[in-house]
């Protein structure tokens, strides 16, 4: 029965939506709020202190599913695993949504993003079980949906707010996840019967898959190859998110209206990116032609900043954005050079965890040394040594290694049902 040709195709059909849908909820919770901060201030206040731990809330809660993501996923399996990540992130809006205090908006705020990050990082492996065979385009579908739902709730954010007010704009967004759980409710109840019947044949599948410690990572180039260019990319976007704005008003001498516009460009460029990069990366033999742009376009980006910020600064924020095709390249690669779904998910907890958690104290250091020096000059200047980082990781990902063979494990016998 699982051999029917008609069957395999609602599968994976089934398992195609629901990675697109799962997608489009992954970045809800960091656009949502903060167009909303001003209406939030008035029932609960939120001092710059405040808004700066609910700005520093998503490479934490990402890193910390790093972490946890992973070791659900071997005990639950993949789509299980899912599963709860999407009903972490229902009760997180609407915890956030119902919130009397601050207290109550942070810890709605990091349910809702650490079911994100679980989806950040299983992803990959649920693209490798869903469609092998199309790793970059369907990585460039979820990567490209991940951006429109990036882009869409400051759009709206208050526009629903006027319907109703700010917890009516936060609640609604949990319906919307609820939809995107339907199929993911199907593939976990599928993956449990699945593993039942096999069980029940006595196949062999309830042996556990041996864990990979990280260290053991370590060992292997490839995984350094992405890790790099993965935390100068994270880096470089929580940098931006949190002191462009600030950073443009004092040394471009524009206004704040046109600080953000600028900033809000870097998302929107975020749509080609995520459509050309995990398609070009699975092309490509090497990642190099990519990794030698983005270190061009960001060291422009930088170097226009430190040198010339008033003269150009719509060219050299194009150049920033541009840079960021690092990212979705790296997602294709979690996918592209692992053998099974269990050790993509191993290699994108694991390099989540260090590149977001870098990612989240960044802002902090880059913040401290303008305050000290009384300028950003220091500050890009150590952005634009650290873009050239990215070509460290040329040699490591040009070898077009394996993980799985760099740490010497085999393939496990019957990949998808005893792997997550």
């Avoid at 065979?133 to 990567?143: H, K, L, P, S």
Wanted: glycine content about 8%.
């Amino acid at each position: 029965m699982t051999d029917d040709p008609s069957r395999r195709r609602s599968q994976l059909v089934l398992g195609v939506v629901a990675i697109v849908l799962i997608a489009a909820t992954m970045r809800l919770p960091v656009a949502a709020l903060s167009p909303l901060a001003g209406r939030i201030d008035v029932d609960i206040p939120l001092s710059a202190l405040a808004l700066g731990a609910l700005g520093t809330a998503p490479p934490i809660a990402f890193a910390l599913a790093g972490v946890l993501a992973p070791r659900l996923a071997r005990r639950l399996q993949l789509e299980p695993t899912l599963l709860l990540a999407m009903i972490a992130m229902i009760a997180g809006h609407l915890v956030r949504a119902a919130a009397v205090d601050y207290t109550m908006l942070l810890i709605g705020t990091l349910v809702l993003l650490l079911g994100a990050g679980f989806g950040n990082v299983l992803l990959p492996a649920a693209v490798k079980k869903v469609t092998p065979n199309r790793i970059g385009t369907m990585t460039a579908a979820y990567a490209m949906i991940m951006s429109i739902g990036a882009a869409v709730p400051p759009l709206v954010a208050v526009p629903l707010a006027e319907l109703g007010d700010w917890r009516l704009s936060l609640a609604i967004w949990a319906a919307f996840v609820g939809i995107a759980v339907l199929p993911w409710i199907a593939l976990a109840v599928g993956a449990v019967r699945a593993r039942r019947a096999a069980i029940a044949r006595d196949d062999g599948i309830p042996v556990p898959t041996a864990r990979v410690s990280r260290t053991a990572l370590l060992r292997s180039p490839t995984v350094w190859g992405i890790a790099i260019p993965f935390t100068i990319s994270s880096i470089s976007a929580y940098a931006g998110y949190a002191l462009l704005p600030p950073m443009l008003r004092e040394i471009a001498g524009v206004g704040e209206a046109e600080a953000g516009a600028l900033l809000a460009l870097l998302g929107f460029l975020g749509l080609p990116l995520a459509a050309l990069g995990p398609v070009l990366v699975a092309r490509l033999r090497t990642p190099t032609p990519l990794l030698v742009a983005s270190t061009a376009l960001f060291g422009t980006a930088y170097a226009g900043l430190l040198l010339a910020p008033q003269s150009a600064t719509l060219f050299w924020m194009i150049a920033l954005g541009l840079g960021y095709i690092t990212f979705p390249m790296c997602l294709a690669l979690f996918a592209l050079r692992t053998r099974t779904p269990a050790m993509a998910s191993t290699v994108s907890g694991a390099v989540q965890t260090v590149g977001y958690a870098i990612a989240a104290i960044a802002p902090l250091l880059l913040g401290a040394l303008r305050d000290t020096t009384g300028s950003w000059t220091l500050a890009l200047a150590v952005l634009l040594v650290l873009a050239f980082g990215n070509l460290v990781a040329v040699p490591l990902l040009g070898r077009r290694g394996m993980v799985d063979d760099e740490l010497g494990r085999e393939p496990a016998s019957v990949v998808g049902r005893a792997e997550p």
